[in-house]
């Protein structure tokens, strides 16, 4: 009985964090998460397939860092010429998390994913303890705009008030 409790409680957070994403107009989300690689074993309501390096790797559906998380963002061209690729600071919580999570998943690959479509993939070589995430490619300047509208820029954040 607990097992069908917990599932449901699960199951209802993800329906009203779905909706959540879509209470805006369509085009003026400035959505990012980082998803973890994991087995194809574990449950398939819980994990998608993806692409990664010419073979089909699951991550986990429920992201380990989402934009409630950022503290400030920084766009760069990336090397394809066509897009941008964006450092992300995140919050203190996130960066104490992230270190966690990387420590403990080393070898395994991140996916990133912005406004719905999954744009870069990198893997995890060694705990990440700075606080920063990178996405390295993918993010169109639109995407960089609307992220102007929630986070501020590396550098530019503003002083705390003593």
């Known amino acids: 009985m607990p097992f069908r409790a917990t599932t449901f ?3 209802v957070f993800l329906s009203f964090t779905s909706v959540s994403h879509a209470g805006g107009k369509a ?3 400035a959505n990012v998460s980082f998803h973890i690689e994991t087995e194809s074993s574990d449950n398939p309501k819980m994990i998608f397939p993806f692409q990664v390096a010419g ?3 699951y991550f986990r ?3 380990e860092v ?3 998380d950022i503290a400030a963002f920084g766009p760069f061209p990336s090397d394809d010429g066509q897009t941008y690729g964006v450092a992300f600071r995140l919050k203190d919580n996130a960066k104490n998390r992230l270190a966690a999570i ?12 912005v406004n719905g479509r999954f744009v870069d993939a990198v893997i995890i070589d060694k705990p990440v303890t700075d606080g920063y995430l990178i996405i390295w490619k993918g993010v169109t300047l639109e995407e960089i ?3 102007d509208k929630v986070a501020p820029r590396i550098g530019a954040e503003k002083k705390k008030k003593k």
């Not at 990387?102 to 994913?113: E, R």
């Open 55 to 57: 073979q089909t790797r």
């Open 27 to 29: 085009g003026e989300t």
């Open 61 to 63: 559906r429920v992201p």
């Open 145 to 147: 705009n609307l992220y």
């Open 9 to 11: 409680l699960l199951l």
């Open 66 to 68: 989402t934009a409630k």
């Open 102 to 113: 990387s420590n403990t998943n080393q070898g395994k690959w991140l996916v990133a994913q």
